[in-house]
């Protein structure tokens, strides 16, 4: 059994007042050499309760929906054949083998809206509120504040009752996103399921599924019923498949038809390239890599081909009144990021930037919630100006951004690429990273990448944390170098962000279980230990003043001679 | 044969007048689908010429060394019994292996100083300076300034005379270090030279032999016979061995020993752990995290035991003569940095820091060349104030630095964690940056974490320089992402850090050679390209200036549809 299996344990904390409770991951310590016990740490957990796939999670919110009495079930949308793509070879096959609950759609009543920001702005706490509150640790009252301010968003369609509710937000626990979906050469629904659930395991706080292949219907289906997190999409994509990938074919009534399929299925938000104006798209002519964001392209081919006014823009205020009725929240897609170094914050990026933040204001009108993508590639010392501009620009909108990668020499490592780009800018307020895994610019990723993804990301949001200072992020950084201190091997594994690679690295060199316990590594042996002489030099001077001890050395240096005085030496790695 | 193989294509800079010669990587560029032609990249390499490890390299410097007529050949120290530590099994073996040059060691002649700084100091332009200015495509005036004030390193002691000179200082390349050496636990001499070739076929700038088990003498021999790049080491760590393990036994005479015994074999830095002062060892009783350096340990538990100043500290200015007779360069050690995320900037750490300086500036007295070391773990906020106390205190010695590790939490991603901080301290001025592999806290690194280890910090190195906007930096990305533009793949994987393990990734999902040449990847399939798309912007608006383009755009969106207007769409990767 893993290291991971044995310390993965569920705990719950509640709110008992209001009957909420949320899940965990407590990871037991054991006690110090000296006899002193170490509280298990509980950290926050994005996997959700176990189920089978075919059945689908538990709806933990559908009661909370159901009692703010302002939403009804409707018959919706009839299905298309068009759903599925059009090359579906197994279409209706993965439907058949569902064998879980199948809930009539909802929205809000005719002229009401049942966004977490509609509620913010009212002043009501919602359990959704409550819950997050729970699981950041923090005061209901700031959520609230920061939900009505725009400054935050609590993604939850009330067609995905089966989501535990989180927040992006910069005054919140960095977030990150892990991308999956299959595409017209690989992958199916069952393994996309699988990537869902590794990747949540790992601890990815929302996933979006961007699959163009087959089944696009029935795989997001499956995905939703699966997830514990929110699910983000493209619409745009599957619009496309519904035109057979001819982007003048594409309408605003195709594409509405298509936001309001994924609504009815529960998408928590959405990609909505709205920003790529007309006017913008010369701007991209003498770029390096033009434009890099499939959205950005499928809009600019559309503009040009009817030398028109982008159709996202221009019903942007119907988009709003739809994602009113289902709270689904607004991802503002970046479609003119930069592709490389060279282009980075250029004037096709910024000038797509300002109309993302008239976009950001529109949907607050209509008390929906929005982030706001942003880049891509850009060297490192022009990272923060992308983050403080759309801050400024879109008056605290959460800012959801894919690195950015700081360099483009390196295709195989671009999840190291980009994780730096990603630390500083998370660093600077950016609420939610977008992994990048190291296939990206190569091929599709498969689970291992999808792990590595994750965890690389998981890296860069909690580094984000601890230089933001925020509040507890530095507990779980202490309790594990406090056990790498004291030699208690199994729970620095348990803390690590992966202790199966963690455990395995270590048995390589030293694979015997005694190993574990012993109060030496590898990188030594048993006759070097610096950790050791450390704890010495506290035994002699920890706790006591300085100035005593300094004056006292002489006399417990003597000491220490006539004991015998061979002190196990140095090293907790190869290094000097 | 894997690409590696194909694109690296060794070739020449020179400087004729100097009869100076410096190797390059070759990258040659295939067509653009234009027809332009694309000019071959070449790269600064780190590789050596080729050569058989029982035979060594050729000693490129041996003339200019012997012509400047300030040394000496003499008989040098005698072996002894100690020189391969307690347990050598294999003591002799290695030796009788050996078929290369047995050269005698060589010194300064009595009362002369033979550091490049002495050369510099005095206004002598040495053919190392020339090498250096060439490799890096800058004045040669540029280097002998930087050595001269102390700003930069060119670590070559005259026993070395195969390494190919290179510099260390902030206003170069950012370099990186790369550990290898064997433990009392595992491996053997000749896994050490392969990790050696290994290391600088990837991109290590330099190499420290960190080795304490078997063979160290011998060991170090092999490595130095075979390195075309400076070799650093722990002298403390041999000398150690040379009493047994016992800390407290140790003395000025064993230690002085150990480095005349290094000097003569040929090492290029030395790290020297002066800095750990008596007075300073109480300052970390209450670390989380104590004494985590292993040099830094072996001195405080000496000091404690004997109640003394550090013997390192009070022969600081013996070590600077003998230095000076050789030129090998201080790596003054940071004995006492943070082992933690709790215990950065503390303290102790910049206590040491300032004794640090004291040193940087008696050397230097000296003629004696100083780059000084520093952490370690340090939270992300934190990383830029240790480089610019470091830079300002020690006049612009080149700072070295072990990541900084930004976040405690992921043992096996340690690489990962610290490649986050190399970047950032790297951005503001440090020369150097220390690799950490995949196995930091947890085992020895084998070949594969060797590689995994370099190009992540080729990666951090080279992130940094394009944000210190160093010259010539963004050649590189810019001709990757015009090769990934214009689907040249092989050219894209040519350009990249690890072409091997671009190319490996991109075969996963469409291994058909055709594919490499195909104008769509697995990302999208064939139906989408946001390439495409961007490409067909170019032509359209591309070198024309943008109003005309906008008012002609109605014309050619009729022209395009009436063409038959489909355009492949969408999407470098998995991205909306």
Same mark, same amino acid.
């Given at each position: 059994?893993?290291?991971?299996?044995?310390?993965?344990?569920?705990?719950?904390?509640?709110?008992?007042?209001?009957?909420?409770?949320?899940?965990?991951?407590?990871?037991?310590?054991?006690?110090?050499?000296?006899?002193?016990?170490?509280?298990?740490?509980? +950290?926050?957990?994005? @996997? /959700?309760?176990?189920? !089978?796939?075919?059945?689908?999670?538990? #709806?933990?919110?559908? %009661?909370? $929906?159901?009692?703010?009495?302002?939403?009804?079930?409707?018959?919706?949308?009839?299905?298309?054949?068009?759903?599925?793509?059009?090359?579906?070879?197994?279409?209706?096959?993965?439907?058949?083998?569902?064998?879980?609950?199948?809930?009539?759609?909802?929205?809000?009543?005719?002229?009401?809206?049942?966004?977490?920001?509609?509620?913010?702005?009212?002043?009501?706490?919602?359990?959704?509120?409550?819950? +997050?509150?729970?699981? @950041? /640790?923090?005061?209901? !009252?700031?959520?609230?504040?920061?939900? #009505?301010?725009?400054? %935050?968003? $609590?993604?939850?369609?009330?067609?995905?009752?089966?989501?535990?509710?989180?927040?992006?937000?910069?005054?919140?626990?960095?977030?990150?996103?892990?991308?999956?979906?299959?595409?017209?050469?690989?992958?199916?629904?069952?393994?996309?399921?699988?990537?869902?659930?590794?990747?949540?395991?790992?601890?990815?706080?929302?996933?979006?599924?961007?699959?163009?292949?087959?089944?696009?219907?029935?795989?997001?289906?499956?995905?939703?019923?699966?997830?514990?997190?929110?699910?983000?999409?493209?619409?745009?994509?599957?619009?496309?498949?519904?035109?057979?990938?001819?982007?003048?074919?594409?309408?605003?009534?195709?594409?509405?038809?298509?936001?309001?399929?994924?609504?009815?299925?529960?998408?928590?938000?959405?990609?909505?390239?709205?920003?790529?104006?007309?006017?913008?798209?010369?701007?991209?002519?003498?770029?390096?890599?033009?434009?890099?964001?499939?959205?950005?392209?499928?809009?600019?081919?559309?503009?040009?081909?009817?030398?028109?006014?982008?159709?996202?823009?221009?019903?942007?205020?119907?988009?709003?009144?739809?994602?009113?009725?289902?709270?689904?929240?607004?991802?503002?897609?970046?479609?003119?990021?930069?592709?490389?170094?060279?282009?980075?914050?250029?004037?096709?990026?910024?000038?797509?930037?300002?109309?993302?933040?008239?976009?950001?204001?529109?949907?607050?009108?209509?008390?929906?919630?929005?982030?706001?993508?942003?880049?891509?590639?850009?060297?490192?010392?022009?990272?923060?100006?992308?983050?403080?501009?759309?801050?400024?620009?879109?008056?605290?909108?959460?800012?959801?951004?894919?690195?950015?990668?700081?360099?483009?020499?390196?295709?195989?490592?671009?999840?190291?690429?980009?994780?730096?780009?990603?630390?500083?800018?998370?660093?600077?307020?950016?609420?939610?990273?977008?992994?990048?895994?190291?296939?990206?610019?190569?091929?599709?990723?498969?689970?291992?990448?999808?792990?590595?993804?994750?965890?690389?990301?998981?890296?860069?949001?909690?580094?984000?944390?601890?230089?933001?200072?925020?509040?507890?992020?530095?507990?779980?950084?202490?309790?594990?170098?406090?056990?790498?201190?004291?030699?208690?091997?199994?729970?620095?594994?348990?803390?690590?962000?992966?202790?199966?690679?963690?455990?395995?690295?270590?048995?390589?060199?030293?694979?015997?279980?005694?190993?574990?316990?012993?109060?030496?590594?590898?990188?030594?042996?048993?006759?070097?230990?610096?950790?050791?002489?450390?704890?010495?030099?506290?035994?002699?001077?920890?706790?006591?003043?300085?100035?005593?001890?300094?004056?006292?050395?002489?006399?417990?240096?003597?000491?220490?001679?006539?004991?015998?005085?061979?002190?196990?030496?140095?090293?907790?790695?190869?290094?000097?």
């Amino acid at each position: 059994m893993s290291t991971l299996s044995r310390v993965r344990e569920l705990a719950h904390h509640h709110d008992d007042e209001h009957g909420i409770s949320v899940p965990v991951t407590r990871i037991p310590l054991s006690d110090s050499p000296g006899g002193a016990a170490n509280e298990p740490l509980d +950290v926050y957990r994005t @996997e /959700g309760p176990a189920c !089978e796939p075919e059945e689908g999670l538990p #709806a933990l919110r559908e %009661a909370w $929906i159901a009692d703010r009495g302002d939403t009804e079930q409707y018959e919706g949308r009839a299905r298309n054949l068009h759903d599925d793509g059009r090359s579906a070879t197994r279409r209706g096959a993965a439907s058949e083998e569902w064998r879980g609950v199948r809930r009539a759609p909802r929205r809000s009543v005719e002229g009401s809206t049942v966004t977490q920001m509609h509620y913010a702005r009212r002043g009501a706490i919602t359990p959704e509120m409550r819950f +997050v509150a729970l699981r @950041e /640790g923090c005061d209901v !009252e700031l959520v609230r504040a920061e939900v #009505a301010a725009g400054r %935050a968003i $609590i993604p939850a369609n009330v067609n995905h009752p089966e989501s535990e509710p989180m927040i992006i937000g910069r005054a919140f626990l960095v977030k990150i996103n892990a991308n999956i979906g299959n595409s017209a050469v690989t992958s199916s629904i069952a393994e996309e399921v699988d990537k869902l659930r590794w990747a949540t395991k790992w601890g990815a706080d929302t996933v979006m599924d961007l699959s163009t292949g087959d089944d696009i219907h029935t795989t997001r289906e499956w995905i939703l019923r699966n997830s514990p997190v929110p699910i983000g999409t493209v619409p745009i994509y599957q619009a496309l498949e519904k035109v057979d990938g001819q982007a003048h074919a594409l309408s605003w009534e195709i594409f509405r038809d298509t936001v309001i399929e994924q609504c009815e299925q529960g998408v928590d938000y959405m990609t909505i390239h709205a920003g790529v104006l007309l006017r913008y798209v010369p701007l991209t002519a003498n770029r390096v890599t033009g434009i890099v964001s499939r959205g950005g392209s499928i809009m600019a081919d559309w503009c040009l081909a009817h030398h028109q006014e982008n159709f996202l823009y221009t019903h942007f205020d119907e988009l709003c009144e739809i994602f009113g009725r289902y709270d689904v929240s607004f991802s503002l897609g970046d479609g003119l990021r930069p592709g490389s170094i060279a282009d980075a914050n250029d004037a096709a990026q910024f000038a797509e930037l300002d109309t993302l933040a008239e976009l950001t204001a529109r949907a607050w009108a209509f008390d929906v919630q929005v982030m706001v993508e942003g880049p891509g590639h850009v060297p490192f010392h022009l990272v923060r100006e992308n983050v403080e501009r759309q801050q400024e620009l879109c008056n605290g909108a959460p800012f959801y951004t894919l690195g950015p990668l700081v360099t483009d020499v390196a295709p195989g490592y671009d999840h190291i690429t980009s994780a730096i780009g990603a630390t500083e800018i998370a660093r600077y307020g950016t609420a939610m990273v977008c992994y990048v895994t190291p296939k990206e610019h190569l091929g599709l990723p498969n689970k291992d990448d999808v792990k590595t993804g994750v965890i690389t990301y998981k890296i860069a949001a909690h580094a984000a944390d601890l230089a933001k200072g925020h509040p507890g992020a530095r507990n779980r950084d202490d309790a594990l170098s406090k056990a790498r201190f004291e030699f208690r091997w199994r729970d620095q594994f348990a803390l690590s962000l992966d202790p199966d690679t963690a455990e395995a690295f270590h048995d390589e060199t030293l694979p015997a279980e005694p190993a574990k316990t012993a109060h030496f590594c590898s990188m030594c042996g048993p006759k070097f230990c610096s950790m050791r002489i450390s704890q010495d030099i506290r035994d002699r001077f920890g706790g006591v003043a300085e100035q005593a001890a300094i004056a006292g050395m002489q006399q417990q240096a003597d000491a220490f001679r006539e004991a015998g005085g061979t002190v196990y030496l140095p090293a907790p790695a190869l290094r000097d």
